[in-house]
């Protein structure tokens, strides 16, 4: 039993790395404590409590994590810590010893937090820590928040059984799993309710939905797209073996699905995917992209890509290059590989250098700008449709068009979560947004 008068005038801070999903899973630990009477710490102000949630995606997300930790103990000092996250699933024991820490959460105690707050009382001798092997882990931990953002992060599924060689998400966060589509429809219905007009769906790996329950992902799409009041609907990422034609095509004609796709490609050569244990090649990657343009052909297509793995010679990274070149797609992520312990991709041979990675990455880089200009300028002069966000203090306000691309505008409260339809203008100073030349009215 909680004892929720420990919590009366308790303040709380929160630090996320890493991913969408860790982001929307921060703020229902936020809200579970809200709910308790803990009141979020403002911007200043000595918190009661800490939480971190952690990733493990690369070595400088954990030394990042550590670094956090750090300084929230200095700028909090006598806060009560709490890691959870991937990072803390996979190294508990380690992160229990760091100083100020008192409890570390794995996978299977994420949603659990505020009852491992006991009566905030410190830990001296070190941290407790609380995991299970992946392997058996069952449960699944809802997540629908917006946090301080307009947009909603609806979290479906969890967990991954793919053990691409260079990951450990798998281990950090176990099996796939999912809940029902009538708990995830209930869960939009009710961000509806609170005014939300669009939600991203997030997961670990979203195209597997439908494991633990018999349903499938375009079920869930369908279902979702019938919930009154949600206007717009983002697919975060998919795997492009299992992005379908049935799922591009009921997108194309969908009433809420925004003509959006972000599908990881991670490496554009045949050679280096097998060394990955990526599940698809180049051939089925570029088909996927021509579908989508063929039935949504001003779609927005965000590709990640990996560079520098193990395997990876100079000459398939150019193989990998000019095939990504050729992609009509919008933009690309790209991250630098980053060595694992435990996972497979140590057993292959042909490192590749910090230099050349920082190099190919560049390279990369320049390339999804000039992709994203060129995709940006071809709407410049057209109608859209804009949700607008609430605009930081002296900053322009900003939001999207159905297609992702950003604008700005002028700060205007009253269009703050309003579908307002506009013409686009020419760029802003950066290139970063396309400036409105005209605002036509709402859209709703």
Not at 21 to 37: C, D, K, M, V
Not at 103 to 120: A, D, F, R, W, Y
Not at 169 to 193: D, H, M, W
Request: hydrophobic share 35%; charged share 25%.
């Amino acid at each position: 039993m909680i004892d929720y008068s420990v919590f009366k005038d308790k303040k709380a801070i929160y630090y996320t790395l890493g991913c969408k999903l860790n982001f929307s899973e921060t703020a229902t630990i936020e809200r579970q404590l809200q709910e308790a009477g803990i009141r979020t710490a403002r911007r200043g102000e000595k918190a009661d409590i800490c939480v971190v949630n952690s990733c493990a995606v690369t070595q400088e997300a954990e030394k990042k994590c550590r670094q956090a930790i750090h300084k929230l103990v200095r700028q909090h000092p006598g806060a009560f810590v709490v890691v959870t996250g991937c990072y803390a699933q996979l190294s508990a024991e380690k992160l229990s010893k760091e100083i100020g820490v008192d409890v570390v959460l794995g996978i299977h105690k994420k949603g659990s937090v505020l009852e491992h707050l006991g009566n905030l009382i410190k830990h001296e001798s070190g941290g407790e820590w609380y995991t299970m092997p992946t392997k058996d882990v069952r449960n699944f931990v809802h997540s629908c928040s917006r946090g301080d953002r307009t947009r909603y992060f609806l979290k479906v599924q969890d967990g991954c059984d793919y053990f691409c060689t260079y990951c450990t998400i798998p281990f950090a966060r176990g099996r796939s799993r999912n809940p029902l589509v009538s708990e995830l429809v209930e869960q939009a219905s009710k961000a509806a309710t609170e005014g939300g007009k669009e939600i991203v769906i997030t997961g670990v790996n979203i195209g597997d939905f439908g494991k633990t329950t018999g349903e499938s992902f375009l079920s869930l799409v369908k279902a979702l797209d019938g919930v009154d009041g949600i206007s717009r609907y983002r697919i975060s990422s998919i795997e492009p073996n299992l992005l379908t034609d049935e799922i591009i095509d009921y997108v194309s004609a969908s009433r809420a699905f925004m003509p959006h796709f972000h599908i990881p490609l991670q490496a554009g050569s045949d050679e280096v995917l097998k060394l990955m244990h990526r599940r698809y090649d180049t051939s089925l990657f570029a088909a996927k992209i021509a579908k989508v343009r063929q039935v949504i052909p001003n779609a927005f297509i965000g590709v990640d890509v990996i560079v520098g793995t193990r395997g990876e010679s100079e000459e398939l990274f150019e193989k990998a290059y000019s095939f990504i070149k050729g992609l009509d797609i919008s933009q690309l992520h790209v991250f630098s590989y980053s060595e694992r312990p435990g996972t497979q991709a140590l057993k292959i041979e042909g490192s590749v250098s910090p230099a050349e990675k920082h190099r190919r990455s560049q390279l990369l880089i320049a390339l999804s700008e000039e992709k994203r200009i060129a995709f940006y300028e071809r709407h410049i002069g057209k109608e859209a449709v804009v949700l607008f966000e609430k605009p930081r203090t002296g900053m322009p306000m900003g939001g999207f068009t159905s297609n992702y691309i950003r604008v700005e505008a002028t700060p205007d409260s009253s269009l703050v979560n309003t579908l307002v339809r506009v013409r686009l203008g020419g760029f802003n100073e950066d290139k970063s947004a396309l400036l409105i030349s005209e605002i036509l009215g709402a859209a709703e």
